[in-house]
């Protein structure tokens, strides 16, 4: 069946490739940004399509719509962008997840919230499964992110509790893929745009923190098999990423060699309260959505370099 379907921050990296996927399969996708990280680059393909609209708009203003799915994804998830205006994040997770979530309740909508790995800051439980509560430091640097994900994911729970919203959250862990923004600054953009332009490869601390990357493709596929499971774990958060972690030393390691072997590493100071270590128990997510990722890092990497090198040669970011 053919949905009317909101995707707010449509025109970053994930919000752009579910944008292909919906418009793909069929449905009618309004997509709607603020262009803060994102760009009308990743979208521009879709722009002549009859069933693809693009509106500009600030998801912490209300907004009017006739929809059956939204995807809630409107927020700058890279660490440079969401602390370049933290009180700004904190009304984006906030005031634009209520917006979504009342929107959804005057049109009986089903919503899906982008939440995130970082609910568990620094994990003190390693793998994180979805009944651990986390360790997040509610006043630091990363705080407007990581409550504003925290308070987006409760506002969820009360609007379906209190008002029987149909609601669905995933915890995405890192992902990474083609369009994402040359500038984003977060550490797999950072390396590949660094490797394919002769830099060094700014490792933070002594690059032993770990993280567990997971290819766009197989995010979107998750995300689209938890917005039409029925189950009875349905309004429950389910972790989607991919289980195999690495250092960032190791990452470092593997572009090198997919780029150049001879570039050096330089390393920077650890930003404050970075989390030492991350991969996620995806038991639910295979149990309820028969979900597993596919790609592995070299492959994911390897199309990632692919996209990266020919924006870099067209000019983008110049
Ligand atoms: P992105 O920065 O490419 O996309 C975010 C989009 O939201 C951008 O297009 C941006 O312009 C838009 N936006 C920001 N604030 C807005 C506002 N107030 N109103 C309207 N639009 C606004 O990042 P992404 O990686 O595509 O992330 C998408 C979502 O997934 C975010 O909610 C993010 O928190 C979540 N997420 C991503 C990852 C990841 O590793 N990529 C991990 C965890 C969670
Ligand atoms: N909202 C919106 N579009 C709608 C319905 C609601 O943007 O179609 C906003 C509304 O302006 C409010 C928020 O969503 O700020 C929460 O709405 P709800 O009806 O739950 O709460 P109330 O308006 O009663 O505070
Ligand atoms: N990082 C790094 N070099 C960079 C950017 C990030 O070593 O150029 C590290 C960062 O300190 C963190 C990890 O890579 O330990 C992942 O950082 P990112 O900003 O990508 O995501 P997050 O910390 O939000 O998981």
Redesign the pocket.
Known sequence: MTKRVLMTGGAGFLGSHLCDRLIAAGHEVVCLDNYFTGSKRNVEHLLDHRRFELIRHDVT?????EVDWIFNLACPASPVHYQFNPIKTVKTSV?GT??????A???KARILQASTSEVYGDPEVHPQPESYWGKVNPIGLRSCYDEGKRIAETLCMD?NRA?GVDTRIVRIFNTYGPRMALRDGRVVSNFVVQALTGQPLTVYGDGAQTRSFCYCDDLVDGILRLMVYEGPERHEPHNIGNPGEFTMAELADVVRELIDRDLPVRHEPLPSDDPRQRRPDIERATRNLGWTPSIPLREGLAKTIEDFRRRIEAGEGR
């Open positions: 203003q209300p907004i009017l719509l005031l209520l917006n979504m979530l009342g929107l309740k005057r049109v609007y008002n």
